[in-house]
């Protein structure tokens, strides 16, 4: 059967399914709260069977909301013509009478030992508050299926709250996914708030559109101005900005369990010069970013819960400056880890970037910026290159959620000088630091470093080889980072250039043993 008999079948069937009366409209349609709130409202009817509206059928619904209610609305949309014009169109105009199209998709056939089937994607989910919300049809040149149904709720005030104090020193930004209850939030100055999509790719499209039951107010109540919801925050590109210090967020029954998606919160000192702002997620390679900070700084920022996840950022091209914080970006640049252009391509990167929060502030340009979740990108060496190795939550203050232990691998399928030194390490009770490099499955440089035997900090050592072990433990508390520089060499046998300082290393640690 061609594609054209395909969709002349389906649409005999969904034509044939139109078989309610569709009401003339006279005027804006109102529905108001029943008496009894378990009462479910439909319009035009609550057939299984979804109503088909003809062409050039026009009309607004009007659902009203008193003060401190909200509404839940389901949606079901389907053009049921087969135009390339896509004209039908459905409208939502929420309680800020910010207007969102009705998107569809129209899955033509399936075929199972010849029982036919049809999906349809027209079905979706809306929330109001008071004053309540509008629904606009305007079908054109094509008939549509069209119904919904409106439930009431007389109250949007949550049992439960989170709550959380957020100040220009932080660096670490308070971040949380308990959607499911309120949420409230107190700054220094002013909330800035983004959201962060679901790195599952399951979790998008419809799942993702219940972020509308989320509700982000101006102020400490549900009385308060409302910013909007999580899922026009999402979808902003923009921080969400209170006038005051408090900000306060809710989930609207009926209510739903949103995993994988956070709300971020820092105090507006440290966000205020940002205008572009947005959360960042995906498995394995992320789309492109496109960041515009030719007139002032654009930001975005990745979160991986308790540190288990880590960004691999492959490469920067455009113009521009690229800072990177571990943590939010803060007016103190205490927390700044490293510094990027398109000149860092060729020797810089790709680079590891650990930690729960990861933001990347760009000034001065536009640029395009890769990065991966596939850490094996940033370990392993295919190049010269230089670069940095840090410990999990360096510079952030958090503690190892695990048992204070760290380990990590750089290798290569051929020999590299391994050139590394200490900057920075933490060897206080009872912590050690293990430097490894290993030429195929020889040993070829092996030390531990602990509160006995310090490191002499920002002192060289190389070694050639195929791996670089670094393992690091501690009592669920301390840092390091450590430079790197590995060049690629000819085949030769390993060696250390520095052998008297491994010497000594090695003779003090067996003193301390024996």
Not at 94 to 108: G, H, I, M, S
Not at 129 to 144: N, Q
Not at 184 to 198: K, L, N
Request: proline share 5%.
């Amino acid at each position: 059967m061609s594609s054209h008999n395909l969709f002349g079948f389906i649409l005999i069937i969904l034509h044939g399914a139109g078989a309610a009366d569709v009401p003339e409209c006279t005027g804006t349609v109102q529905f108001n709260p029943p008496k009894n709130l378990d009462t479910l409202i439909w319009y035009p009817t609550n057939s299984s069977v979804v109503p088909t509206f003809p062409m050039n059928y026009e009309c607004l619904y009007q659902i009203n909301v008193p003060q401190g209610w909200s509404s839940y609305i389901e949606l079901k949309f389907l053009p049921t013509t087969n135009t390339t014009a896509n004209n039908s169109v459905v409208q939502v105009i929420d309680f800020n009478q910010r207007v969102e199209k009705l998107d569809f998709t129209l899955v033509y056939l399936e075929c199972t030992r010849c029982i036919f089937s049809i999906y349809y994607t027209g079905y979706d989910q809306f929330y109001f508050i008071a004053p309540g919300g509008r629904i606009k049809i305007s079908t054109k040149d094509t008939s549509a299926q069209f119904q919904f149904s409106v439930l009431w709720f007389s109250e949007i005030n949550p049992k439960d709250y989170d709550y959380a104090n957020v100040t220009g020193l932080d660096t670490q930004p308070y971040v949380t996914d308990h959607l499911f209850q309120g949420i409230q939030v107190t700054a220094e100055t002013r909330v800035s708030i983004i959201a962060i999509p679901s790195s599952d790719p399951s979790y998008r499209g419809s799942y993702m559109n219940k972020l509308r039951s989320i509700l982000i107010f101006d102020g400490p109540s549900v009385n308060s101005t409302c910013l909007g919801t999580a899922l026009q925050l999402l979808h902003s590109n923009r921080q969400y900005v209170t006038s005051g210090r408090v900000v306060t967020v809710i989930p609207l029954p009926k209510p739903t369990y949103l995993n994988n998606y956070q709300l971020m919160f820092q105090d507006f000192k440290n966000t205020k010069d940002i205008t572009e702002y947005r959360g960042v997620s995906c498995q394995g390679y992320c789309d492109p970013i496109i960041m515009d900070g030719s007139k002032s700084p654009s930001a975005f920022s990745t979160f991986s819960d308790s540190g288990f996840a880590n960004d691999c950022l492959m490469s920067v091209s455009g113009t521009g400056n690229l800072d990177v914080y571990y943590g939010g970006k803060t007016d103190s640049k205490s927390n700044l880890i490293a510094s990027y252009s398109e000149a860092s391509n060729e020797l810089m990167l790709p680079q590891l970037l650990r930690g729960v929060v990861r933001t990347y502030v760009l000034t001065g340009g536009i640029a395009t910026v890769n990065i991966t979740h596939n850490l094996e990108i940033c370990r392993s060496i295919k190049k010269n290159q230089k670069g940095f190795i840090t410990s999990p939550f360096y510079k952030t203050g958090i503690t190892f959620p695990w048992f204070g232990y760290d380990s990590i691998n750089v290798y290569s399928d051929t020999p590299y000088k391994y050139t590394f030194n200490i900057q920075d390490v933490d060897l206080s009770k009872n912590s050690s630091l293990q430097l490894s490099v290993f030429n195929n499955n020889s040993r070829v440089y092996d030390i531990v470093y602990n509160e006995i035997n310090l490191p002499s900090l920002n002192q060289s050592v190389n070694a050639v080889g195929t791996r670089w072990t670094i393992i690091y433990a501690c009592n669920k508390t301390g840092d390091y980072f450590i430079n790197y520089d590995v060049v690629k060499v000819n085949s030769a046998p390993s060696y250390l250039s520095n052998f008297p300082v491994t010497v000594l290393s090695i003779w003090m640690l067996l003193r301390i043993i024996f």
